[in-house]
Nanobody, 124 residues
Framework: QVQLVESGGGLVQAGGSLRLTCTAS????????MGWFRQAPGKEREFVAT????????YYGGSVKGRFTISRDNAKNTVYLQMNSLKPEDTAVYSC?????????????????WGQGTQVTVSS
């Protein structure tokens, strides 16, 4: 059974930092692409970042590029999202996702497994 568990969310002031962690119980974690998405109240799910199985190739959503960094530790079945210079508009539920597909990596529909999400709230 595949399980993704996020942690590290919370309340932070604008300009602050948080690091989200996603631990995956998934066979062949080393072979899957991992992604982070977020959804704010009343808004559609938004792509945040994705990382290839090797960790060599990453993509970021335009609104977080330069502020967020995705990384992974295959030995620990874990993916991270370091979030710096946080803004109130970053407030959302952040979810990690996994896929073995080679389809477009910034599209949520191409991910097969999802965590429950962790709340990030940035105060002004």
């Amino acid at each position: 059974q595949v399980q993704l568990v996020e942690s590290g969310g919370g309340l932070v002031q604008a300009g602050g930092s948080l690091r989200l962690t996603c631990t995956a119980s998934i066979r062949n974690f080393r072979s899957c692409r991992m992604g982070w998405f977020r959804q704010a109240p009343g808004k559609e799910r938004e792509f945040v970042a994705t990382i290839k199985w090797s960790g060599e190739i990453t993509y970021y959503g335009g609104s977080v590029k330069g502020r967020f960094t995705i990384s992974r530790d295959n030995a620990k079945n874990t993916v991270y999202l370091q979030m710096n210079s946080l803004k109130p508009e970053d407030t959302a539920v952040y979810s990690c996702a996994a896929t073995f597909s080679l389809s477009e990596p910034t599209t949520a529909a191409n991910y097969d497994y999802w965590g429950q999400g962790t709340q990030v709230t940035v105060s002004s």
